[in-house]
């Protein structure tokens, strides 16, 4: 496996799992509200500063591809 399809597999893995934390985390705020709970592990927040970790590496993983294809480009 190439270090372009590893780049692109991981970037759409971290992506859908910070997709998926979300959603996750909307609906715990949501049940929350009502005086319920989805997941009884963790908090909404938490879900949510999961997510963020993930996009920033999502978008330090696009800026280095479009680096490289800038650099190939000239």
Do not use: C, H, W
Not at 20 to 34: N, S, W
């Amino acid at each position: 496996m190439n270090l372009e399809k590893l780049e692109s597999v991981v970037s759409r893995v971290f992506f859908f799992g910070a997709f998926v934390l979300f959603v996750l985390a909307l609906m715990e705020r949501t049940a929350d509200q009502f005086g319920y709970s989805v997941i009884q592990v963790t908090r909404a927040v938490t879900l949510m500063e999961t997510a963020v970790v993930l996009l920033v590496f999502v978008i330090a993983i696009q800026l280095r591809v479009i680096r490289e294809a800038l650099t190939r480009k000239p």
